[in-house]
């Protein structure tokens, strides 16, 4: 069904995300919507980000979407509260991570993602769920997805920030797992592995991509096109966009545009 996958995050975080979707669905269309007027979300209050969501999730039904991705943990927290606001199904980014590290047997993990989702629980609650016994060291950064918005990707205070919170979840103990809870953090992927390269980081972005490609192709949905075309929608600064495109390499860019929602 040759309809549109959106994609939303608060800023540039989402197109992490992107890179696992064009990987496993190549022949979709997908508009992508990131809020980087008002991000960081992470640390604004519940119905601030409910409310900015909504407005997020009304262009994507002017938009005739067939899906959307929250390409978003933060936003994920809250999935029970619009889930059945639209008639188009939404895929969270939180749930197929729970089912892939349980899949896996990890029983030992940090989860580093921004105060709202580290502090919302939502992650242990699910994980707890599932194994009882398993340990996890929660970490939060006010500050990491703030800095890649901007296009702060190298610089001292980016690796300092990100050495001080993998000094902390090593200090906390024994763990070599950490869920990379914030979708803006595998953009500076590169920065992580310079300063803890003995950690193995789970990228919940893939784990969303899979989810959504098998959601597509259980419901008779998958675009039927040769070649599918990213569109990306801001109400930030467009070459902030251009930068992280470039970063990640993202493929068949039609166009960067401005709007207000
Ligand atoms: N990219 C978002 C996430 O995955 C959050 C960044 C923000 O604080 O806005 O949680």
Redesign the pocket.
């Known amino acids: 069904m040759n309809r549109k996958i959106g994609v939303l995050?608060?800023?540039v975080?989402?197109l992490s995300v992107m890179v696992g979707l064009q990987e496993l669905l190549p022949n979709e269309d997908i508009i992508y919507f990131g809020d980087s007027k008002n991000?960081?979300?992470?640390?604004k209050g519940a119905d601030e980000i409910f409310h900015l969501t909504m407005e997020i999730l009304r262009f994507m039904e002017q938009n005739d979407v067939k899906l959307v991705a929250i390409a978003?943990?933060?936003i994920s927290t809250l999935i029970e509260r619009f889930k059945s606001e639209f008639n188009f199904p939404i895929i969270d980014i939180i749930s197929p991570t729970v089912e892939y590290i349980e899949k896996i047997k990890v029983d030992n993990l940090a989860i580093f993602?921004?105060e709202f989702?580290v502090k919302s629980n939502v992650y242990q609650r699910l994980l707890k769920d599932r194994n009882n016994e398993i340990r996890i060291i929660p970490e939060y950064s006010k500050t990491l997805?703030t800095l890649v918005d901007c296009g702060d990707f190298n610089s001292d205070l980016v690796k300092d920030t990100i050495k001080t919170h993998m000094d902390n979840i090593i200090c906390a103990g024994n763990t070599k797992n950490i869920v990379m809870a914030?979708?803006?953090f595998p953009i500076v992927q590169d920065i992580f592995l310079e300063v803890a390269p003995e950690l193995n980081y789970i990228d919940p972005g893939y784990e969303q991509a899979k989810a959504v490609k098998d959601y597509l192709h259980n419901n008779g949905l998958l675009n039927k096109k040769e070649k599918g075309t990213l569109n990306i929608y801001t109400s930030g600064e467009i070459d902030r966009y251009e930068k992280v495109v470039e970063k990640l390499n993202l493929k068949s860019l039609g166009g960067i545009y401005k709007i207000v929602l």
Not at 39 to 43: A, D, K, L
Request: include cysteine; charged fraction near 5%.
């Open positions: 995050d608060s800023g975080g989402g991000c960081p979300y992470g640390n978003c943990n933060t993602g921004t989702t997805a914030c979708t803006h």
